[in-house]
């Protein structure tokens, strides 16, 4: 992407409605732009990172075996008049009447809908288990949306639900959704900790909320420094195995973490003093299990091995793909902007033409910018250097190229790591093998 | 994807509410499920189909220079009360009361609010020319929705708006995106004839509709075989180019093509008999230049060279994402199902498993899929080959690999292509090879 014909526009001035780092560098950086009260526009820069994250999501959500459907935003009232929630769900609910005034709602979440979808489908115990997930915009009409992308009204979320024979595979699924979950924030380069939770309007009887640690997260976490070690590689544990998945659940489960809410002063003496981690955190992403509740109420039976009629226990599954850009923001930024992790960034590298028009440098420029393919940003606008550094910083592409007339007649390059500062002279060879490693 | 894992519903039964093929074949093969009139949720089948379509569009807006941005949804009356739509786009506008009684709309396109994005930032002719395209969920109630995808409420569009200094700029922008049209329906394996149009409630003074040749389309088209042969590679056309953009431009219109409402008697025989085709056809896209309609009404102006005040040009440029499914349906099916050319299918090839149980069956099988990775679906479940025959018909996977014991004592494939019943009995190597080479 050259700059110079890019839609990528940066602010100077901080935005004055945002109150957050994340709200305050999005804008700034031209990732978004506010269209209503907590609606939010994504610009080429900030999609480009949404469609990464969402990427990841999916993948992790492919590899524990879950299968993507994608269900419409505009529901019918009745889905919910089944399940008793319309009436319960409040004033967050978009309501909406068609030309034939027939009653429809922008879907918060769609437990009912997609009980509904299996139910057409699912005849016997061999059609289970299954889990179904998409990744669809949400509307939630909050009274004072804030934050940016972190509380906003329209949102992108992905939500998984799990169809079981019995409360041991309904088990089962809720752990591999677990492991990964925890795969996916690890992946993006975010510490995850997993706390048990009250299960509220979903219902049911298991739940646990995802919290990434952010020195300015909206709550006080506590919880054990293992938590920081934590790796889960795919060789570890299986999803095919159902004692991998207990092993996993056993180690996550077994350390201490509890939101400020939730903290037990008892148990937490428990944990040894060098190993007590209090932080600040943000939720991503919840995990709930409720049995039949929505199985029942919306009339989903399949025939057992037996014949006999079965209600398939559930759960649900929610990721927050749009707030985890601002989560990630959180977590990991500077007083010059934003820094990505690798597996997130916009693109990959920043390539900084100190004098466009200099023949050697734009030489340099273009032959770096053509072997990086599509992951670099190209900076070929006639500005002075300052605003390029700044512009860089603030979007926070995890290298820099930085080539100016001097390095150029010499073939090098000024390579900069965004997260560390550190910078290095290098060949184009150098540059190209550094940049692509990570 | 095992099928015997998947959730991948066929239907046995012809659906009463579906009148055309398409919308009978998207049922039948479980690519969608109808929610409510006119709203379909998109099963893992369906969904694939969509997703690749959509890549294609998406390649080839951004390989004429257009940007990815995504614009909500929801969005708020006072952005359409500037361009004074609101009270003209009358019922199949989706209007919403928010919490705070406010205005809203789910949108049915974003002329208005693209161009009081890009007034955001544009201040100068260094900022244009610029073309923004997302590819988002849209409304239209449209009072007696059917056909299934085709005239659906809630559809999957793309629409680009591009800003120009002057009409020149404009004219290059729009004959650009007619190229990437062309091209892009190309790719899907269809025949597009663009048209001369009304411009309707999207105003200005130029538009061409695409019109999909299908034999069970929905209007008479009159059109010169030419049309039949157009191939348009990337080597012959450069949108960096404008001769090369005018010269394809009057290649294209040069031609003579005209819907039964437009159609020119006098005209028409200006073509020689020998290329005169009729046909039916289906509308997939639309282009538009309105000049300075939305830009004055919305209050967009940049700073011209001479420091002067400049209103842009602009274009809108619409596929109809989702409607495309049932184009090519329209256009590529046969008694059995569906015929998917290539470039779309949901998977490349399905392995029909036709006694599992068999070890050498199963072995070859297991072999054959995981060589495909991805793009296969193996049918592994315990129903008898004429279940897996007609599936494989139904879903119109381009090839079939039917795996027998008899074969599989030898090592032996019976590879089918499904376009034109092909039958050969092949190795495991010669079968990979021709499945992979298209």
Redesign the interface.
């Known amino acids: 992407m050259r700059l110079s ?3 990528l ?1 940066t602010l100077k001035e901080i935005p004055a409605e945002a109150a957050i780092a994340s709200h305050k560098l999005m804008l700034r950086a ?1 990732m978004i ?1 506010q ?2 009260a907590g ?6 820069l900030g ?1 480009r990172v ?1 469609k990464k994250v969402e990427q990841i999501v999916r993948e992790e959500q492919d590899a524990a ?1 879950a ?10 009232a009745d ?1 919910w008049r089944q399940s008793g929630r319309y009436d319960d769900y409040g ?2 609910m ?1 309501r ?1 009447r ?2 034939h005034d ?1 009653e ?1 709602l ?1 879907g918060p979440t769609n437990e009912e ?1 997609v009980t ?2 299996f139910k ?2 699912a005849k016997s115990y061999r059609d289970l288990p ?1 889990n ?1 997930y998409h990744i669809q ?1 949400k ?1 939630r ?1 909050e ?1 004072r949306p804030r934050f940016g992308v972190m509380r906003g ?2 949102f992108l979320m992905k939500d998984a639900y799990s169809f079981d024979m019995d409360v041991e595979g309904a088990t089962r699924s809720y752990r591999a959704m677990m492991l990964a979950y925890m795969r996916t924030f690890q992946r993006m380069g975010l510490r995850a900790v997993p706390m048990r939770a009250d299960t509220g309007p979903i219902g049911g009887n298991l739940s646990h909320e995802f919290i990434i640690l952010a020195p300015t997260g909206e709550s006080t976490v506590f919880y054990d420094a293992a938590f920081e070690e934590l790796k889960l590689s795919h060789a570890d544990y299986s999803y095919e195995k159902p004692e991998d998945l207990e092993n996993f659940f056993s180690q996550v489960t077994g350390l201490y973490a509890a939101t400020d809410e939730m903290h037990d002063e008892a148990a937490w003496t428990q944990v040894s003093a060098d190993r007590q981690r209090e932080g600040k955190g943000i939720e991503v992403g919840h995990i709930f299990f409720f049995g039949t509740k929505y199985s029942e109420k919306m009339g989903l039976t399949v025939a057992g091995p037996d014949g006999q009629p079965v209600v398939p226990q559930m759960g649900s599954y929610g990721i927050g793909v749009s707030r985890l850009l601002g989560a990630i923001i959180e977590a990991s930024h500077d007083e010059a902007g934003i820094i990505w992790p690798d597996a997130v960034a916009p693109f990959r590298c920043a390539i900084l033409n100190l004098k466009p028009g200099d023949l050697a440098t734009d030489a340099l420029s273009e032959k770096l910018y053509a072997a990086l393919g599509g992951d670099a940003v190209y900076d070929d606008r006639p500005d002075r250097a300052g605003v390029k550094f700044n512009d860089a910083d603030l979007a926070g592409y995890p290298w820099q190229a930085i080539i100016g007339p001097r390095g150029a007649a010499n073939e090098k390059i000024e390579l900069k790591r965004r997260a560390t500062g550190e910078r290095a002279e290098v060949s184009l060879e150098e540059a190209l093998h550094r940049i692509m490693a990570g």
């Open positions: 014909r890019a839609f526009p031209g732009r269209t209503s609606i939010y526009a994504w610009l080429p999609l949404l075996g299968q993507e459907i994608l269900m419409p935003t505009i529901q019918s889905l004033k967050e978009l909406i068609d030309r027939r429809m922008f809908m509904d979808i057409g489908y299954r179904l915009w509307f009409d009274v009204r329209e």
